[in-house]
């Protein structure tokens, strides 16, 4: 079974290829740590539960998880509901083909509004 990082690397190189004129970037939250960097990375704004990927000309947090066994923590739920209340979409993917998935969703209703269309769900 793949690890959330090499899911999420397999749906970043998919989407710079498919979307290359739209910036995707990835929140460096998570992972082992010493003490002394966690402490460091803090004070500098790292927050605990932002999403791992930002798409920032869809207003879209990408939230990865391994395709079994990934769950989401109490902390990135908040942030979440956060961010959603501020209107960002958050989508949360357990692995390449479903994050792959609810992009082209995605866009498939932002296209859909864009010519005049009520989107389909």
């Known amino acids: 079974m793949k690890t959330e990082h090499e899911e999420q690397r397999e749906f970043v190189q998919w989407f710079r290829q ?16 010493s003490s002394a960097t966690a402490s460091r990375l803090k004070a500098e704004g790292v927050t605990k539960g932002v999403p791992d990927l930002f798409i920032p000309a869809w207003e879209t947090w990408v ?15 908040l942030m979440h509901l956060h961010l959603r209340g501020l209107f960002y979409t958050v989508l949360v993917a357990k692995g390449f083909e479903d994050a792959k998935q609810q992009i082209e969703e995605l866009r498939n209703e932002v296209d859909e509004v864009e010519q005049g269309q009520s989107p389909s769900h």
Do not use: D, V
């Open 18 to 33: 498919t979307y290359p004129a739209t910036l995707i970037f990835a929140i460096p939250n998570g992972g082992a740590r």
């Open 63 to 77: 939230e990865m998880k391994r395709t079994k066994g990934g769950s989401t923590s109490p902390e990135q739920n």
